[in-house]
């Protein structure tokens, strides 16, 4: 099946413990991203990566980093949670590389205390 | 950067009538694709719409794209309960930009 995997869904932490949060999709899909949705605010693109180990940032990267060393996983890294990145995170891919028709995982909703 | 505008923000209709969401960019677009997100659930793809002046439709839902693409439109005709949820537009420059931007999106709700 199709599908973009996100882990954890749930995570509940304290400011200043370094956290990853994992995509993977098995989709062979170039593009992939990172969003944070909150309420009010809608969507908004953290990091996007066009292909193995090209990377750019999205409107919020601050506070994230993110890497991509295979195509098919692209984690989140959280140097140093502080509680306004508490927030609902999506992942996303797509084919070809760009921004096209977006595969969205689960969702981890993060609480950073 | 670039900004999607969506309104309305919320919009509360009786089963049968019908409903339209409006987004406006502040540069042209590329492209513009259509989200649909249920209640505790994550975006799902409905459409995407690239050709200036485009038109598509999807049984009750009919997605346009202005003619200058810097605005779209996503038509509901004779809600039902099964529409419940948030829509979501979200628009792509190009011109060397791989950035997608969303609008707030319109939180739709159907009364029985």
């Known amino acids: 099946e199709a599908q973009v995997t996100q882990n954890p869904r749930y995570l509940i932490t304290v400011t200043g413990k370094k956290l990853t949060v994992t995509c993977s999709q098995n989709m062979n899909h170039e593009y992939m991203s990172w969003y944070r949705q909150d309420p009010g605010l809608g969507l908004r693109q953290i990091y996007y990566s066009m292909n193995v180990e090209v990377t750019d940032k999205g409107d919020v990267p601050e506070g994230y980093k993110v890497s991509r060393k295979e195509k098919r996983n692209f984690p989140l890294i959280l140097e140093s949670p502080s509680p306004n990145q508490t927030s609902l995170y999506f992942c996303a891919s797509s084919n070809g590389g760009g921004p096209r028709e977006q595969y969205f995982g689960p969702g981890t909703r993060l609480t950073v205390t | 950067g670039q900004q999607v505008m969506q309104i309305p923000q919320y919009q509360h209709v009786q089963e049968g009538e019908d409903f339209t969401t409006y987004c406006n960019s502040s540069?042209?677009?590329?492209?513009i694709q259509w989200y649909k997100q249920r209640p505790g659930g994550h975006p799902v793809f409905l459409i995407q719409l690239v050709k200036s002046g485009e038109v598509k439709k999807q049984k009750r839902l009919t997605f346009q794209f202005g003619e200058a693409k810097k605005n779209s439109s996503l038509h509901i005709t004779a809600t039902q309960t099964t529409d419940v949820g948030t829509y979501f537009c979200a628009g792509h420059s190009g011109a060397g930009s791989y950035q997608l931007t969303f609008g707030k999106g319109t939180k739709l709700s159907v009364i029985p």
């Open positions: 540069t042209t677009l590329s492209n």
